[in-house]
T-cell receptor, first 116, second 108 residues
């Protein structure tokens, strides 16, 4: 099993461009989430989904859209990239939401995104 | 709002020395707490969860409700323990809140 797969691994964009970061998992996990990792800021939750067709905002959702049409995929869209969105983006999944037993989150390798 | 505080950005110790990575949380109910670790060139992964009361790779973490802390400890640090460590707390029903992380460097 591949676990959580993120593509691309690296991307450089110009301000104003749009793009989609892909995330796929093959573990039949219901819960998926996107984080951004910035120096000195730790991981901050962007959006999450508790199942197909259900998404919700995290701590820093502005400038990002998500959808969850299948259990396996949870793409993150940047509609109009800004330099402040330069970051490393991590996708994670788990069988169920984090609470109630401490479901471990399975992380992808990350996408390093630079916005010029 | 729930917060997870890791006061140290960097902790540098020598091999064989004891290690304590600090984590404090703010939460009014019963917290669910975790430690995640990111080794160089590896994925972020779960190290410990307080509900399991387990010891992984020699690390332990005890929940202290009086001090609202969940410090990560290891009696004798090894060079392979060098990594970024994140404390995390469940927030509400569906999300995790991470601390800012502590980089542990273990020197020979």
């Amino acid at each position: 099993n591949a676990g959580v797969t993120q593509t691309p691994k690296f991307q450089v964009l110009k301000t104003g461009q749009s793009m989609t970061l892909q995330c796929a998992q093959d573990m039949n996990h219901e819960y998926m989430s996107w984080y951004r990792q910035d120096p000195g800021m730790g991981l901050r939750l962007i959006h999450y989904s508790v199942g197909a067709g259900i998404t919700d905002q995290g701590e820093v959702p502005n400038g990002y859209n998500v959808s969850r049409s299948t259990t396996e995929d949870f793409p993150l869209r940047l509609l109009s990239a800004a330099p402040s969105q330069t970051s490393v983006y991590f996708c994670a999944s788990s069988y169920s939401p984090p609470t109630g037993g401490g479901q471990p989150q399975h992380f992808g390798d990350g996408t390093r995104l630079s916005i010029l | 709002a729930q917060r997870v505080t890791q006061p140290e950005k960097l902790l540098s110790v020598f091999k064989g020395a004891p290690v304590e990575l600090k984590c404090n949380y703010s939460y009014s109910g019963s917290p669910e707490l975790f430690w995640y670790v990111q080794y160089s060139r590896q994925r972020l992964q779960l190290l410990l969860r307080h509900i399991s009361r387990e010891s992984i790779k020699g690390f332990t973490a005890d929940l202290n409700k009086g001090e609202t802390s969940f410090h990560l400890k290891k009696p004798f640090a090894q060079e392979e323990d060098s990594a970024m460590y994140y404390c995390a707390s469940v927030r509400g029903y569906s999300t995790l809140t991470f601390g800012k992380g502590t980089m542990l460097l273990v020197s020979p």
